[in-house]
């Protein structure tokens, strides 16, 4: 891991996670100046969240699930640098496979804990007002029983509800997303446990975990196969994935062939029978390998 004296990006990840409780918008170098925009809404696109919650497959091939931060002209990302914990920590393929995707999606949980503390931290320090903040943090609904009215599915203002949301602070929208960083930019890691509670000491626990597990290359001692598919096969090869349909890894037919070896006998007791019986000797390495990317995988596991 690496030092804890400080959280990098603190201010730029919590000023857009405020963003978020306020607006539809990435961060604060954005805000419209004037509150009557259709840009403003207390909340994230309601149409588009309620799509991406019904088809969440869809993100990244849909034009109706674009993410709303895409700026078609150049391509690009509109928030890049000021990017949160899924985007931060979101890959197509991992290094070592379904551990490096574990480890990314542990890091993704802490970032995103401390992201939503330290923003309603900063909400809570800066003195919203009872009515704004009764508005921001309602007590939970279930999904099922949420409603929107025209203004929010048309993307257009309520003026009445934005002054109340930004309470003490409407009019110095901008101020308040500099306070805000004025706030977190001191804090050591030491301080952002503190303020955040016992479940970022979790997350901090379990991080540290994955990491260990990211940097280790022991092998279990009794290995089984996995359920994997096969996205291609070719002449003598096919292209197999197991954790991950966007991550294949290209495997020759004399190495598929034996896989059924590994039928719950130790490791070492397999790789003499298949030495002996198909005159192949499988490194260490490949049978890590197999292991990351969840083709193999230890007795008892998934």
Not at 176 to 183: D, N, V, Y
Not at 228 to 251: E, Q, R, V
Not at 257 to 264: A, C, E, K, Q, R
Request: glycine share 6%; with cysteine; charged share 20%.
């Amino acid at each position: 891991m690496p030092p804890a004296s400080s959280v990098p990006c603190a201010p730029n990840r919590v000023t857009h996670l405020l963003a978020l409780l306020f607006f539809s918008i990435p961060a604060p170098s954005v805000v419209p100046t004037c509150p009557g925009s259709p840009i403003f809404s207390s909340d994230p696109d309601p149409v588009h969240s309620l799509l991406y919650q019904r088809s969440p497959n869809a993100f990244g091939q849909s034009l109706a699930l674009r993410c709303p931060h895409y700026i078609e002209e150049s391509g690009h990302c509109g928030v890049w640098r000021h990017r949160e914990s899924t985007c931060a920590t979101w890959f197509c393929k991992f290094v070592r496979g379904a551990v490096g995707m574990r480890f990314w999606q542990v890091v993704r949980q802490l970032l995103h804990a401390v992201e939503e503390s330290l923003a309603q931290w900063c909400v809570q320090e800066l003195d919203m007002g009872t009515a704004a903040l009764q508005l921001l943090f309602p007590p939970p609904k279930h999904p099922s029983t949420k409603s929107f009215d025209g203004n929010q599915l048309d993307g257009v203002a309520d003026r009445q509800r934005y002054t109340a949301i930004w309470g003490n602070w409407t009019g110095r929208e901008r101020e308040f997303f500099k306070a805000s960083a004025s706030l977190v930019n001191p804090l050591t890691w030491d301080d952002v446990r503190a303020i955040c509670g016992p479940e970022i000491q979790i997350f901090e626990l379990l991080t540290q975990e994955a990491y260990s597990s990211l940097l280790s290359t022991d092998l279990p001692p009794v290995l089984q196969v996995h359920s994997f598919k096969a996205a291609y096969t070719g002449p003598g090869y096919s292209y197999i994935s197991a954790y991950n349909s966007f991550d294949t890894l290209k495997l020759p037919k004399t190495l598929l062939d034996v896989l059924h070896y590994f039928d719950g006998r130790p490791t070492g007791e397999v790789l003499r029978s298949i030495e002996a019986e198909k005159n192949l000797k499988l490194s260490q390495s490949l049978l890590r390998k197999l292991v990351d990317f969840g083709i193999l995988s230890a007795v008892g596991e998934g």
